[in-house]
């Protein structure tokens, strides 16, 4: 699939990552009669999806194309895979990332190993969208990041953007891709404050993060909503002339593990910093990585800040605790940096 630039932002309009993902959807059904979108509740009759990412959607491209399901996660992914191998390029929301569990057998001893299993005569070109994230109180069963579970599976790509214009970007290269993505959408980030529109067509490549903020003392790696809380410890401590370079890794998997060598190893320090949980997770891995290649140049071991290992809470207070925030982040810096 090809899509060129059909309708450039208009100069400083501003959409939501909620917007940005629907565009992308649009896009891509527009160009493409393969691309189908599988959901509970994503065609409008049923209210475009549970945050109203595929609205319109069904009107525009009728119910062959985008199909609300039953609430069967499994059915939902088997459907899809299916779809994908019959040379469609179909789209499947799981509403609630926690949801993938209930359908994890078909992610992972289907749609991750076919392609493996058939000698690279069969690929899956399957997108699987979901929602997770602390911060509505939605308790234990409905908020957690489980990146680390399909990272840790080879055969998927997990995508998590931390803004619109890298949403839309994504997505679109997700839906080109021949392998079956992961992509992760933050719950909270959803609909916060818009920010500046994408062009339409316009890809991010994947397994490519982003050096948001340049410096030469400490580089935080980091994604989603964790994106925002560094570059604002960064522009903090900027007043103090100390130097923070910010990482968006933007994919998980492939991990983009030159760009951050070749930060660290100009800065000396590193800190990484997610959501999900710290013990096991992918800031595990990104240290482990650096510390095997870059050993002997640190100037300090390599932190990591992560949510604490518990479910998370469903108690508001609790719940802010859970998660790493701004003072955790400057906190971590200052011990880098002596």
Request: overall charge neutral.
């Amino acid at each position: 699939m090809s899509v060129t630039a059909v309708t450039p932002a208009k100069a400083d309009e501003k959409i939501t990552m909620l917007q940005a993902i629907n565009w992308a959807l649009d896009d891509a059904m527009a160009h493409d009669p393969r691309v189908l979108v599988f959901g509970e509740d994503v065609a409008d009759p049923e209210g475009g999806g549970v945050s109203g990412i595929t609205r319109g959607l069904s009107t525009k491209y009728g119910a062959a194309r985008v199909r609300s399901t039953p609430i069967s996660e499994q059915a939902i992914v088997g459907a899809a895979i299916g779809a994908a191998i019959a040379g469609m390029r179909p789209v499947a929301e799981i509403m609630l990332m926690n949801f993938t569990a209930v359908a994890m057998d078909m992610i992972v001893n289907h749609a991750a190993k076919l392609r493996f299993m058939s000698g690279g005569q069969t690929h899956v070109p399957l997108v699987i969208r979901t929602m997770t994230g602390a911060g509505y109180s939605y308790g234990g069963q409905h908020a957690d990041f489980l990146e680390a579970w399909f990272a840790h599976t080879a055969g998927l790509k997990v995508v998590i953007p931390s803004n619109p214009a890298d949403a839309y970007g994504l997505m679109l290269s997700c839906i080109d891709d021949d392998d079956p993505c992961i992509f992760v959408e933050n719950l909270p980030h959803l609909r916060a404050a818009p920010t500046t529109a994408p062009v339409r067509g316009k890809r991010v490549p994947l397994g490519k993060a982003n050096v948001l903020r340049s410096g030469k003392d400490v580089t935080v790696i980091t994604y989603s909503r964790q994106v925002h809380d560094a570059v604002a410890v960064a522009d903090k401590l900027a007043g103090e002339n100390l130097s923070v370079e910010v990482i968006d890794l933007r994919t998980i998997s492939p991990l983009d593990m030159p760009t951050l060598l070749e930060s660290v190893g100009k800065t000396g320090r590193a800190l990484i910093v997610h959501e999900a949980v710290k013990s096991f997770g992918v800031g595990a891995e990104i240290a482990a990585q650096l510390n095997e290649a870059l050993f002997g140049k640190l100037k300090a071991p390599v932190l990591r800040l992560g949510g604490a290992f518990c479910p998370v809470p469903f108690s508001k207070p609790l719940e802010t605790a859970f998660i790493p925030g701004q003072a955790d982040i400057e906190a971590a810096i200052r011990k880098l940096l002596g």
